[in-house]
């Protein structure tokens, strides 16, 4: 794509917010991005039809969970929040990388359909290498998410930080 193309299709924006609480998380900002333009194409009023709010559209529960170590007293309406959404948004995604020692396809498919989900399939066929395991979720839904993610963040990569593969 041409360089003008590229801001239309891989938007950029909250990148100071993003910038901030990746850096705090230590999960790459391409991919941050690559999520949010999945969620919700960088649009702060998205309410998804299971109730999952914001930018990275984080269930309420989700949301309050994330944040019961911290003094922060999360509202469903406070999701809406581009700095709160994101903040606790990473939060969330540290901790599935985290769960899934760093497997990101693993940690993207339980962003969507939940841990629990993921734990079960990883039981269900155990020995899958990622592209197998990807291609053997049984969520059409899940499923696409994952490659789309997948594949933005690589072009996010690709566009802004030629550097990396």
Same mark, same amino acid.
């Given at each position: 794509?041409?360089?003008?193309?590229?801001?239309?299709?891989?938007?950029?924006?909250?990148?100071?917010?993003?910038?901030?609480?990746?850096?705090?998380?230590?999960?790459?900002?391409?991919?941050?991005?690559?999520?949010?333009?999945?969620?919700?194409?960088?649009?702060?009023?998205?309410?998804?039809?299971?109730?999952?709010?914001?930018?990275?559209?984080?269930?309420?529960?989700?949301?309050?969970?994330?944040?019961?170590?911290?003094?922060?007293?999360?509202?469903?309406?406070?999701?809406?929040?581009? +700095?709160?959404?994101?903040?606790?948004?990473?939060?969330?995604?540290?901790?599935?990388?985290?769960?899934?020692?760093?497997?990101?396809?693993?940690?993207?498919?339980?962003?969507?359909?939940?841990?629990?989900?993921?734990?079960?399939?990883?039981?269900?066929?155990?020995?899958?290498?990622?592209?197998?395991?990807? +291609?053997?979720?049984?969520?059409?839904?899940?499923?696409?998410?994952?490659?789309?993610?997948?594949?933005?963040?690589?072009?996010?990569?690709?566009?802004?930080?030629?550097?990396?593969?």
């Amino acid at each position: 794509l041409p360089n003008f193309l590229s801001g239309i299709f891989f938007p950029r924006q909250y990148q100071s917010l993003i910038a901030a609480y990746s850096k705090e998380q230590e999960v790459d900002p391409a991919l941050v991005l690559a999520l949010i333009r999945e969620e919700s194409f960088f649009r702060t009023d998205v309410r998804s039809p299971a109730n999952a709010f914001g930018l990275m559209q984080l269930l309420h529960g989700t949301a309050r969970e994330i944040a019961s170590g911290s003094d922060l007293k999360v509202k469903a309406r406070d999701l809406y929040d581009p +700095e709160i959404n994101i903040r606790l948004g990473l939060q969330y995604l540290k901790m599935l990388l985290d769960k899934y020692d760093g497997r990101l396809y693993l940690a993207l498919a339980a962003y969507n359909a939940g841990p629990h989900r993921v734990d079960q399939w990883l039981q269900d066929f155990p020995l899958a290498d990622e592209e197998e395991f990807i +291609e053997m979720i049984p969520f059409t839904e899940t499923r696409t998410y994952v490659k789309s993610i997948l594949r933005n963040y690589f072009f996010y990569r690709y566009y802004y930080d030629p550097g990396k593969p």
